[in-house]
C-alpha cells in the first residue's frame, strides 16, 4: 500500500500548481500543469495512489471551482480552505512575507499534514450546485445595489426637474416612470397639450400595477406652479436611466423567479421550513439556502454563526477581557440578508419582537439590536433546519 498523500493545490487562470507531501518518507516534489485536459490527464496519472490522496485548494473563485469540478468528477474528495488559515500557518515559517504559487502550494500541504484537528473540521467540501446558486444571489444583490443607485440618480435629477412631483406620486411606479419618460421635466409638462398628456396617462394606467389617479388639469396645474428647471442635458440623462432601470427591474424580476425555483428544488425541505418564519419571504429563503447549503456542514451553531461573521471578537491581554463588537470574518451576502430579514420577523413575530424590545430597553441602540436579532434568528434558522421542525412562535421571557 502506498503512503499516504497530502496534495496542496495552488491554482490560478491558465495553470495550477501541486506540492504533494509524503510524511512518512519526507519528502515534497513540486509539480506545476497546465490547466488543460492534458494538464489534468497528467496530474490525475500522478496522484492516483491506495489511499486515496487527501487534497486541498484555497477557496479563490472561479478559478478553483473549474479545478473542484473536474477533481470530483474524477471521484476525488478535494477540501475548500479558507485562505486566512492558510496565511496564518504560512507566517509561523518565515517573519518575511513570500508568495508564490509552489510556496502557496507547499504550505497548503505542509497544513493538511501538520494540522492537529481532522479534516472535516478544517474545510468545508464543495458542491458546485450550491456554489451556482450563490453566484446567482450574489448576482441578484449587484442588480439589486444597482437599481437603488439609479433610484438615487432619479431622485437627484428630479430635485432640479420637477421637485414636486415626488409629493404627489412614487416616482418610481411604472406610472411615474412612464410618464417621467414622456415629460422628464415640469416646464416639458407645460409645454405639452393636454390631449397628449391624456393619451400618455392612459398608456401608464393600461400598465400591470397598481393604477394611479392623477387627472391631466392637476398634472398640468403642478407643473405650473413648479420651481423645477429645465434642462436638456439632464433631461436626456432622466430618461436614459429610467430605461436602464426598467431593463435592471426587468432582468431582477425573471432571475429572481428562475433562482427561487432553483433553490428550491435543490433544497425542498430546509425551503418549507424557512417560509414557515412570518416575514422570511421566498427570495430571503432562497438566498440562505444559496449560502448555507446543506446544514450539515455546520456541527453546531456557533460554527455556522462565525461562517456569517455575527460571532464577537474576543480581545484578551492580561486582566482585561474584552468582548467587542460582532467579528465580520464571515460571509458578508448572508449577513446582510440576515440583517434584512430581522427588521421583518420583529415586526411580524412574538418571538423576535420581544427579544429586540429587553435589547433596547437595556440600552441599546437600533442597530446592534437588531443585529442581535438577526444573529439569534441564524442560531433559530440552524436549530429548526437541524431538527427539520417549521418555526412556531412560542414565546417566553427567557428565549
Same mark, same amino acid.
Given at each position: ?12 487562470? *491558465? ?6 507531501? /509524503? ?12 490547466? %488543460?485536459?492534458? #494538464? ?5 496519472? =500522478? ?9 486541498? /485548494? ?45 510556496? *502557496? ?103 400591470? #400595477? ?10 398640468? &396645474? ?5 420651481? !423645477? ?49 412570518? !416575514?422570511? #419571504? ?14 450539515? &456542514? ?10 456569517? #461573521? ?11 477581557? &474584552? ?6 470574518? !464571515? ?27 429587553? =435589547?433596547?430597553?437595556? !440600552? ?33 421571557? %427567557?428565549?
Amino acid at each position: 500500500m502506498s503512503a499516504q498523500k497530502f496534495i496542496g493545490i495552488d491554482v490560478s487562470k *491558465d495553470s495550477f500548481t501541486a506540492a504533494i507531501f /509524503l510524511p512518512e518518507e519526507n519528502s515534497l516534489s513540486i509539480h506545476s500543469f497546465p490547466l %488543460n485536459h492534458q #494538464g489534468l490527464h497528467n496530474f490525475y496519472n =500522478l496522484i492516483n495512489s491506495n489511499p486515496s490522496p487527501i487534497i486541498a /485548494l484555497e477557496s479563490s473563485g472561479p478559478y478553483s471551482s473549474l479545478l473542484l469540478g473536474n477533481l470530483q468528477n474524477q471521484g476525488f474528495e478535494p477540501n475548500l480552505l479558507n485562505p486566512l488559515r492558510i496565511k496564518k500557518f504560512a507566517s509561523s515559517f518565515s517573519l518575511r512575507p513570500t508568495k508564490t504559487d509552489s510556496v *502557496d502550494a507547499k504550505h497548503i500541504a505542509l497544513f493538511l499534514a501538520s494540522s492537529c484537528q481532522p479534516i472535516s473540521s478544517i474545510q468545508s467540501q464543495p458542491d458546485p450546485q450550491r456554489q451556482g446558486l450563490a453566484l446567482l444571489a450574489r448576482h441578484l444583490e449587484s442588480l439589486s445595489q444597482q437599481i437603488a443607485a439609479i433610484k438615487c440618480q432619479i431622485r437627484q435629477l428630479l430635485h432640479f426637474l420637477f421637485p414636486e412631483l415626488p409629493d404627489k406620486i412614487n416616482p418610481f411606479s411604472k406610472f411615474a416612470l412612464h410618464l417621467l419618460l414622456h415629460y422628464p421635466s415640469a416646464q416639458a409638462v407645460r409645454k405639452a397639450s393636454p390631449q397628449a398628456i391624456l393619451e400618455t396617462l392612459k398608456k401608464a394606467t393600461s400598465k400591470k #400595477g397598481r393604477r394611479v389617479h392623477l387627472s391631466v388639469a392637476r398634472f398640468k &396645474r403642478l407643473a405650473e406652479n413648479s420651481i !423645477g428647471l429645465s434642462d436638456p442635458a439632464r433631461e436626456l440623462l432622466l430618461r436614459s436611466l429610467i430605461r436602464h432601470l426598467f431593463s435592471l427591474q426587468e432582468e431582477f424580476r425573471i432571475l429572481s423567479r428562475h433562482f427561487i425555483w432553483q433553490a428550491k428544488e435543490y433544497a425542498p425541505s430546509a425551503w418549507k421550513i424557512l417560509l414557515s418564519i412570518p !416575514g422570511l #419571504g421566498e427570495l430571503s429563503a432562497a438566498i440562505i439556502i444559496a449560502e448555507i447549503g446543506d446544514i450539515s &456542514r455546520f456541527p453546531n451553531a456557533k460554527k455556522l454563526v462565525a461562517y456569517v #461573521g455575527f460571532d464577537p471578537s474576543v480581545y484578551e491581554s492580561g486582566k482585561t477581557h &474584552r468582548r467587542s463588537r460582532i467579528s465580520k470574518r !464571515g460571509n458578508p451576502h448572508l449577513r446582510r440578508i440576515l440583517f434584512i430579514v430581522a427588521q421583518q420577523v420583529v415586526r411580524r413575530t412574538q418571538t423576535f419582537r420581544s427579544y429586540y424590545q429587553r =435589547l433596547r430597553s437595556r !440600552g441599546k441602540a437600533y442597530r446592534q439590536a437588531m443585529v442581535a436579532v438577526a444573529a439569534k434568528l441564524l442560531r433559530v434558522i440552524y436549530a429548526l433546519l437541524t431538527r427539520g421542525t417549521p418555526f412556531q412562535d412560542n414565546y417566553s421571557p %427567557n428565549s
